[in-house]
């Protein structure tokens, strides 16, 4: 009974152990995934920043340095999920405009669009794979592909306003001023924020049931 009870202390033992080493190994391995994310992010900042600079691009007063903005930045580009796919969607918009105010107003738009625009293309990906499941006929599914590709305006109306992750600037002849800004926006909510949007249009345009609409979703 004794020697039982130790085989069996002993075997819960090794299992703890083996279990604290996966758990050790994984610590290491991500604190490892992080290093390399900033140094890669950094030397691509570094290019970057360098370049804008001698371009003209400045920041605004009170704003985080403009090499600190765009190592923040390619941070934010390089962070990945439990996947190890992108986190965030990432979009520019660039505007011209004889203020800064209106200038800030039409890049965010631009942006906003472009934004809406790579969107659109994960969804039309996923509805794409999923049309056969649906068991939709020939004429259904080239409508059902139709109302995706054409739902990039209506996403960016879904997505309201995006705060920019920055906004730089540059000062042209003719007393003109250009904006830059990056917009950074969760794939994962961008995606449920589409399939909204798409299973909408779907419903009202074909008059398509939710078994159907459940089957192009992917659920």
């Known amino acids: 009974m004794k020697q039982k009870m ?12 083996f279990l604290f080493s996966n758990l050790l190994n994984a610590q290491q391995n991500q604190k490892q995934l992080e290093k390399e ?41 390089y962070m990945v999920d439990e996947q190890g796919n992108a986190r965030f969607i990432t979009a520019d918009g660039n505007a011209v405009a004889e203020s800064k105010s209106v200038a800030d ?34 004429t259904d599914a080239a409508s059902v592909t139709e109302i995706v590709q054409s739902a990039k305006n209506v996403i960016a109306q879904e997505l309201g306003y995006v705060n920019p992750f920055f906004k730089i600037y540059r000062d042209l002849p003719d007393d003109k001023i250009e904006a830059q800004v990056r917009l950074f926006y969760d794939v994962k909510q961008s995606l449920e924020i589409a399939k909204k949007v798409v299973r909408k249009e779907l419903k009202e345009k074909l008059e398509m049931n939710s078994q159907q609409l459940d089957k192009l979703m992917g659920l």
């Open 6 to 17: 130790h085989l069996l202390t002993l075997s819960t033992l090794c299992c703890a152990l």
């Open 37 to 77: 994310i900033k140094d890669k992010a950094i030397r691509e900042a570094r290019k970057e920043s360098k370049s804008l600079k001698k371009s003209g691009w400045y920041v605004a007063p009170g704003s985080l340095p403009l090499d600190k903005l765009i190592e923040n930045a390619w941070m934010k580009q």
């Open 105 to 138: 107003m039409q890049s965010i738009e631009l942006a906003k669009l472009q934004l809406a625009g790579l969107i659109q293309t994960n969804i039309s990906s996923l509805v794409d794979a999923n049309i056969g499941n649906a068991q939709l006929s020939t």
